[in-house]
């Protein structure tokens, strides 16, 4: 499993898991119930969204055209 995007607050996370898994990719949040909302830049906390390693190319393709459609 390989880490695809990090964030603050859970559901970001659910968001990207979303869009991920609407183009067939399976994702997994990583930390979600450790993590306090807010702080999670202030440790190793953070809420990781992993793929496996065969779909990292693509997952990072797909969460980078999301964002440049905001």
């Given at each position: 499993?390989?880490?695809v ?18 183009e ?35 997952a ?11």
């Amino acid at each position: 499993m390989k880490e695809v995007a990090r964030y603050t607050e859970p559901y970001l996370a659910h968001i990207a898991k979303g869009l991920l898994e609407s183009e067939g990719i399976t994702a997994a949040i990583m930390n979600e119930n450790s993590s306090l909302p807010g702080f999670c830049n202030m440790y190793d906390g953070a809420i990781k969204l992993v793929v496996s390693d065969e779909d990292y190319d693509l997952a990072l393709k797909v969460l980078a055209a999301d964002s440049s459609s905001e």
